[in-house]
């Protein structure tokens, strides 16, 4: 009788598995509002249910994927306990949860033993500096954005561990110049972004840039790409940023001290490819004498449009 337990018990088992095999194969995500994209032998490798309205009991079928690279979770109402469902699906090689906002440190516990994640964006959700913990142990890590989130300057030193780190987004957060020092040990970062605001219950948060600050990223030799949106920037910073020999685009939307001023020194980036000057101070005669100077390089100017909702890739 005994055995016949263990058998019966061990075959509810195999067919909870199979059932769990069975909703894996990708309708229930288009009944959910996402797309899964297979690879030519049919295997899902990727599943979108951004905005959608997966659940955290779906999250479970997502981990049985063994393909599963890319998972896109953005805007979603998923909590933290849907992120422990994913534990064991260490494949991920990229996770978005942009403005998932019920996402804490609880939930990001369940990927610091993923061994193959390269990128990954928490934008707009509530981690905070222990996250940053969580991601410290990832060597594979490339991009991380964290824009818009509860860091603060403890967090950025966490991730200063991290070999292959080449993207990094960190406005929108209570940071302040000792916490961009730790940029110094980030020497491989080719893109930066320090841009935005984020209204809190305590007040307005964002990077508090000063000209010291301008000194940290002015070491980052490898920056392709600045953003720097409403920020301080000065023609006294760009002086500092002539530095950045390999910059191709750069970012001033907003930037009320960016004036005539800094146009010369601009013109001396020889890698300068396009930079945005809307809201900026600079004057139509100084646009004129940087597009002079640059006649290759793209030139916005105009209006501040203020920031726009999407992160990077979105």
């Not at 061990?10 to 199979?18: C, G, M, N, T």
């Not at 979108?48 to 479970?60: E, P």
């Not at 049985?64 to 896109?72: I, K």
């Not at 760009?238 to 001290?257: D, H, N, V, Y």
Request: glycine content about 10%; overall charge positive; hydrophobic content about 45%.
């Amino acid at each position: 009788m005994a055995r016949h337990k263990k058998f019966a018990a061990k075959l509810a088992v195999a067919f909870a598995f199979a059932g769990m095999l069975a909703g894996a194969d990708g309708d229930w995500i288009a009944s959910a509002g996402g797309m899964a994209t297979r690879d030519s032998a049919g295997r899902i490798t990727r599943v979108d249910l951004r905005n959608s309205w997966v659940t955290d009991g779906d999250l479970a079928q997502l981990a049985v994927l063994p393909n599963l690279a890319y998972l896109d979770l953005s805007q979603t109402r998923i909590t933290d306990h849907g992120m422990a469902q994913l534990k064991s699906a260490p494949g991920i090689v990229e996770l978005n949860l942009y403005f998932a906002e019920q996402i804490t440190d609880e939930g990001m516990a369940a990927v610091k033993n993923w061994k193959r994640l390269k990128k990954v964006n928490l934008r707009g959700t509530k981690i905070t500096d222990m996250s940053l913990e969580h991601l410290a142990g990832i060597e594979t890590l490339e991009s991380i954005d964290v824009g818009f989130a509860q860091v603060t300057d403890v967090g950025l030193d966490r991730l200063t561990t991290l070999p292959n780190l080449k993207e990094l987004t960190v406005g929108g957060n209570k940071l302040t110049d000792m916490g961009l020092l730790a940029l110094r040990q980030m020497p491989g970062l080719t893109y930066l972004d320090i841009s935005g605001v984020q209204r809190t219950d305590s007040g307005l948060w964002s990077v508090s840039l000063t000209e010291f600050g301008v000194d940290t990223i002015a070491k980052l030799k490898d920056l392709r790409e600045l953003r720097a949106n409403g920020m301080p920037i000065s023609a006294r910073s760009i002086e500092k940023l002539k530095a950045l020999t390999k910059l191709e685009r750069f970012s001033c939307q907003g930037c009320r001290r960016l004036g005539d001023d800094a146009a010369p020194l601009l013109a001396t980036l020889p890698a300068l490819a396009a930079i945005d000057l809307k809201g900026a101070a600079m004057t139509e005669k100084g646009v004129a004498e940087l597009r002079k100077a640059k006649p290759k390089a793209q030139v916005f100017y105009g209006a501040y449009e203020g920031p726009k909702m999407p992160g990077r890739g979105e």
